[in-house]
Structure formats: C-alpha cells, structure tokens
C-alpha cells in the first residue's frame, strides 16, 4: 500500500542493448526495457556504504534499487547491467561526467556515447546461445554472454584459487570455461575444461575473444580526447567511486 499518496517517484524506461532478445520470452526482460526510478537519499546511502565498496557490489546494489520492473537482477546479461548503470547515473546527477585524463580536466557527455545493440540476424529469440567454428582445428563451439550471475560465479571461483595460490590468476581461463557452452556437442563441464586448458590454441583463443567482442552488445565507453594538440584515441571511461559523485 502506498503510504505517501501525495508523492509519486517520477521513472524513466531504458532500452536494453541487447534488445531482451537473449531473454526466455516469459521473462519481464525479453521486452528490450526495463523501468528505472530516478535516485533519491535512500541511494546516496548506497553510495557510500563501506561495506558494498569494499567487496566491489555497491554499483549491483545501485541499480537493484532503482529497478521498478520485477526481475532476477542476476539474469541480466552483463552488457545491459551496465546500459542500466550509465542510465542510473544520467538519472541521478545528469549526463556530464567530469574527470581527470594525463593531469588535464575532461568532460564526457554521457548521453552521447553510442549504443551497439545485439544484431537480430545473429540470434534465435530466447536463447542466450551461438556458434563458433576454430579457425585452426575447426572445433565447433557454442557459447553465450555472461550474465550478473555468471560473473558472480567466475569471482567467487578466481577467489577460490587465490586461497589455495596467492600468486595464480587464471581470470581468461575461467571466463572461457564459463562463455563455452559445448565443444563439438560436448556440454560436459569436464571436456570444456580440457579443451580450454590443452586444446585452445592461443591464436584461435584470440581470434574466439576477438568474435565475442565483436557480437556483444552494450555502450561504448571510450571516448577520443584532445591532449596538446594531438587526439588520443579509445580512452577508457573511468567507472570509479567517483562517477556517481560529480561534484567531487
């Protein structure tokens, strides 16, 4: 029940990059939107809990509490996590985004970054699944993207190994273990693993990373800036504490 008839909290839709093709058609996400309210107190609060930045899940719990659309926040696919992040941050303090670049002051206009959405042609609506030939051994895989869920799984495993080695770091290997879905018809977890660590030839390894980047959808968070008289090319938006504090 509405407590407080007399206020309404405005919102704002937000288009999916992946367009929700991926998505099981009974799920809120297949439409390609999700509704979002824009910030309050409650989510400054967010902000600055110590906690959520020490174990890296505060911008997850930004954008869980601005969802009004009812969804499994961990479905989402990590690409629209972070069109719904962009958006959240538009919503909250607006689309200028000031920082520092090689010591000189730079301003990024958020709304303008451009937005590659997943191209129909290359999906079958509700399934998060496509098709990979190795160009060497002519391995047929399939494989999808990473979800919210995924990534939390991947951490949790990379964390695993550090316990038992400090010094290990097997963070491209245990994302490919997770984005392969089947080796030559083979869903078995054992065989993906053994294809990724004694079969994946570095080259095709590069060529299967280049073809993900190359189909995944999301906003593009580079952007070319000027530095004495010269353009510089494909600089990284920083996604720091700070992007959600501009006055600072």
Not at 46 to 54: C, E, P
Request: charged content about 25%; proline content about 4%; aromatic content about 10%.
């Amino acid at each position: 029940m509405n407590q407080n008839p007399g206020f309404s909290m405005p919102t704002e839709e937000v288009e999916l990059p992946s367009k929700g093709l991926l998505y099981p058609s009974g799920s809120a996400l297949a439409s390609g939107k999700v509704e979002m309210k824009y910030m309050t107190a409650r989510e400054e609060d967010i902000l600055t809990n110590v906690n959520y930045i020490k174990n890296n899940t505060v911008f997850d719990k930004l954008v869980q509490s601005l969802l009004v659309t009812k969804i499994n926040y961990d479905d989402l696919l990590i690409a629209d996590r972070d069109a719904l992040l962009i958006a959240a941050r538009i919503l909250g303090y607006g689309s200028d985004y000031s920082f520092s670049y090689a010591d000189q002051p730079v301003t990024v206009d958020l709304s303008a970054l451009d937005t590659k959405y997943l191209d129909e042609s290359q999906v079958t609506p509700g399934e998060n699944s496509f098709d990979y030939t190795v160009p060497t051994t002519g391995t047929k895989l399939t494989f999808k993207l990473l979800t919210v869920g995924d990534d939390k799984l991947i951490e949790k495993d990379l964390a695993g190994f550090k316990k038992i080695n400090a010094q290990a770091s097997p963070e491209l290997s245990t994302r490919l273990k997770t984005i392969i879905t089947s080796v030559n018809g083979d869903s078995n977890k054992s065989t993906i693993r053994d294809f990724v660590d004694n079969h994946f030839l570095a080259r095709d390894s590069r060529a299967f990373r280049k073809y993900l980047k190359d189909i995944t959808p999301g906003v593009e968070l580079k952007f070319d800036v000027e530095l004495d008289g010269y353009t510089e090319e494909g600089v990284a938006i920083p996604l720091d504490a700070n992007f959600f504090w501009p006055e600072s």
